[in-house]
């Protein structure tokens, strides 16, 4: 049974946040209001108990946190959610410091251009050339990538467009409640909207299109459910079955699986989007589990030697 304040959240989110995804317009409503106060800044909290630093990559400021006694070489990116168009938040701030304080790792976290203002080529011309950068100073197989909703799907995308550049891929996904098929065309959205009490279809479609700059939204780019699902690391999914999401992370999972990906999916019974990042008992033990996935994946792979370069026969 949902705990108490996990119910409290989604009446508040249902009175609240659902608001700004009825339509096209109440989203650019929300967007313009969001601008106003909108601050990417670390909360003071978090900057008193970890390293932080900034740097810029084309333009856009990238946050490299660290506990104080960072272990081996690993590092995390994660790609906040906010339907492309919304900053980063305290309750991603809350995540990632704690993430990096229990895993004891360094933590990237890109301040990535937004929608209306930038789109897709914008977003990952910024994350392509982060994640290089990352390659030279890193090996690929101590690298993870975690996300949540628009997040997610920028992992996703990512990894599927180094595959293509014949890059080395990231060694591990974490992916909370993230944005799949952008088409919405499953037949189970619709019912699965009338549940969700924070998403609905005509503002999720309207976020869409603002950052696909023309791209068809059954474009792997858009939507990674349509891509090659082989390239994929060991993945572990969250997704609540209130979120509007859900269907679509059940065929991804699915066809991941089929396509061979090592992929375990989390589902919270009556959670909505993105609810690991709320501060109640479902998503302790969620972050629980995080924990664990994460872990293993670093002393996995931080254990294989590292590639040995020979030299050219003449």
């Given at each position: 049974?949902?705990?108490?304040?996990?119910?409290?959240?989604?009446?508040?989110?249902?009175?609240?946040?659902?608001?700004?995804?009825?339509?096209?317009a109440?989203?650019?409503?929300?967007?313009a209001?969001a601008?106003?106060?909108?601050?990417?800044?670390?909360?003071?909290?978090?900057?008193?108990?970890l390293a932080?630093e900034?740097?810029?990559v084309?333009?856009f400021?990238?946050?490299?946190?660290?506990p104080?006694?960072p272990?081996g070489?690993?590092?995390l990116?994660?790609?906040?959610g906010?339907?492309?168009?919304?900053?980063i938040?305290?309750?991603h701030?809350?995540?990632?410091?704690?993430?990096?304080?229990?895993?004891?790792?360094?933590?990237t976290?890109?301040i990535?251009p937004?929608?209306?203002?930038?789109?897709?080529?914008?977003?990952f011309g910024?994350a392509?050339?982060l994640?290089?950068?990352?390659?030279?100073?890193?090996?690929?197989?101590?690298?993870?990538f975690?996300g949540?909703?628009?997040?997610?799907?920028?992992a996703?995308?990512l990894t599927?467009?180094a595959?293509?550049e014949g890059?080395?891929l990231?060694a591990?996904?974490l992916?909370i409640?993230?944005?799949?098929?952008?088409?919405m065309?499953?037949?189970?959205?619709e019912?699965?909207?009338?549940?969700d009490?924070w998403?609905?279809?005509?503002?999720?479609?309207e976020?869409?299109?603002?950052y696909a700059?023309?791209?068809d939204?059954a474009?792997w780019?858009?939507?990674?459910?349509?891509?090659?699902?082989s390239?994929?690391?060991?993945s572990?999914?969250?997704?609540?079955?209130?979120d509007?999401?859900?269907?679509?992370?059940?065929?991804?999972v699915?066809?991941?699986?089929g396509?061979g990906?090592?992929i375990?999916?989390v589902?919270?019974?009556?959670?909505?989007?993105?609810w690991?990042?709320?501060?109640?008992?479902?998503?302790?033990?969620a972050?629980?589990?995080?924990v664990?996935?994460?872990?293993?994946?670093?002393?996995?792979?931080q254990?294989?030697?590292?590639?040995?370069?020979t030299?050219p026969?003449?």
């Amino acid at each position: 049974m949902p705990s108490l304040k996990s119910r409290l959240v989604a009446l508040v989110l249902k009175h609240t946040r659902k608001k700004s995804f009825r339509s096209a317009a109440a989203l650019h409503k929300r967007i313009a209001a969001a601008r106003e106060t909108e601050d990417h800044r670390p909360p003071q909290a978090i900057r008193q108990r970890l390293a932080i630093e900034t740097r810029q990559v084309d333009g856009f400021p990238v946050y490299e946190v660290a506990p104080p006694a960072p272990r081996g070489e690993g590092r995390l990116v994660y790609f906040h959610g906010g339907a492309y168009c919304f900053e980063i938040t305290p309750f991603h701030w809350n995540l990632i410091a704690e993430l990096a304080e229990r895993l004891a790792i360094r933590i990237t976290v890109p301040i990535y251009p937004l929608a209306p203002e930038h789109d897709i080529h914008a977003m990952f011309g910024m994350a392509m050339s982060l994640y290089r950068q990352m390659l030279q100073q890193v090996p690929a197989r101590t690298i993870l990538f975690a996300g949540d909703s628009a997040g997610g799907n920028m992992a996703l995308v990512l990894t599927m467009m180094a595959a293509r550049e014949g890059l080395p891929l990231p060694a591990a996904h974490l992916l909370i409640s993230p944005g799949l098929d952008m088409t919405m065309t499953n037949p189970q959205v619709e019912a699965a909207a009338r549940h969700d009490p924070w998403l609905d279809i005509a503002g999720g479609l309207e976020a869409v299109r603002l950052y696909a700059a023309g791209l068809d939204f059954a474009d792997w780019r858009i939507s990674p459910l349509y891509g090659d699902l082989s390239d994929l690391p060991p993945s572990l999914v969250f997704s609540g079955t209130r979120d509007l999401l859900y269907p679509d992370t059940r065929v991804f999972v699915d066809k991941a699986r089929g396509a061979g990906v090592d992929i375990d999916l989390v589902t919270g019974e009556k959670m909505f989007h993105v609810w690991p990042l709320i501060d109640m008992p479902e998503a302790r033990r969620a972050r629980d589990r995080m924990v664990a996935f994460l872990s293993n994946q670093l002393a996995a792979h931080q254990a294989e030697p590292a590639p040995v370069k020979t030299a050219p026969s003449s």
